[in-house]
C-alpha cells in the first residue's frame, strides 16, 4: 500500500466520529511517524478564546492510536488508548496545530507513543505521552 492509501485510509475511517467533529486530518506518514493537523478555531476554543487543552488530547488520542493501526495489522487488531497524559506549554488562537506521533515502544500487546503537538512555527504546543493496547480481532 502506498502511502497516499494509507492517508486516505487514515482520513476515511474518520466519518461521522469525534475527528470530522474536530476536522482532524492526516496530512504525512513516515517509516515510523504519523501526523495530523486540525484546525483552531471557535470549534475548540476555550472559553476565552484559546486552544481547549481536551481538543489537543482528543488530537494526541487519535494520531497515536491511527499510528498504531498503521504500524501493526488492522485486519488481525482494534487499539484501544488506555492511558494519556498531557503538559500544554502554549496557547494557540487561530490557524493549524499539527501532532507528530512516533512510537517509544511497539510492544505485542502495548504501544508507547510520543507525541509533540506544534504550532505553524513549529513551536512546542503540547508534549504528550498515550499508551495504546492491541486487541486481538475475533477470528
Known sequence: MTIE????????ITKNTLMETLSIEYVEIGEQHLVARMPVNAKVYQPDGVLHGGAMVALAESVGSAAAIVFLD???FSIRGIEISANHVKSVKDGFVYAHAKPLHLGK?????????TDEQQRLVSAVKLTT?????AK
Not at 492509501?5 to 476515511?12: D, F, P, Q, S, W
Not at 500487546?109 to 503537538?117: A, G, H, Y
Request: proline share 8%; with cysteine.
Open 133 to 137: 493496547l492491541a486487541l486481538p480481532k
Open 5 to 12: 492509501e494509507i492517508l486516505k485510509r487514515c482520513n476515511a
Open 74 to 76: 488492522p485486519s488481525k
Open 109 to 117: 500487546t502495548t504501544q508507547v507513543w510520543d507525541i509533540k503537538i
